[in-house]
């Protein structure tokens, strides 16, 4: 069974950048998309970005798009996502999120319950 893990995440002031980083352990991260979701306190998990294994296309919610720049390294089997100019409504648990059920046909997508397999998350923390 594969398994993704988060890294890169940590306190960051407003209007700075962070790079997270999603790696696959037992299977081939190229062959999947790839979704970026988010988790502020209080709030639902949100879709931020997604990243098609098709055709490589690349997906943003409003919320970050402009901003938020997703990508792969196929050398490394890695995700990332790039993330500049962050605000404070940016802090949340970042996850990453694979295996997209057979129905979305797309193959990208922002809706949580498209996804089966989730990393475990990383803190992203945007304060002064």
């Known amino acids: 069974q594969g398994q993704l893990v988060e890294s890169g995440g940590g306190l960051v002031q407003p209007g700075g950048s962070l790079r997270l980083s999603c790696a696959a352990s037992?299977?081939?991260?190229?062959?999947?998309?790839i979704g970026w979701f988010r988790r502020a306190p209080g709030k639902k998990r949100e879709g931020i970005s997604c990243?098609?294994?098709?055709?490589?296309?690349?997906h943003y919610a409003d919320s970050v798009k402009g901003r938020f720049t997703v990508s792969r390294d196929k050398t490394k089997n890695m995700v990332y996502l790039q993330m500049n100019s962050l605000k404070s409504e940016d802090t949340a648990v970042y996850y990453c999120?694979?295996?997209?059920?057979?129905?979305?046909?797309?193959?990208?997508?922002?809706?949580?319950?498209?996804?089966?397999?989730w990393g475990q998350g990383t803190q992203v923390t945007v304060s002064s």
């Open positions: 990243i098609s294994s098709k055709d490589g296309s690349t």
């Open positions: 037992g299977f081939n991260l190229d062959w999947y998309a």
């Open positions: 999120a694979t295996d997209l059920l057979p129905y979305v046909l797309d193959d990208w997508s922002l809706v949580e319950s498209d996804f089966r397999s």
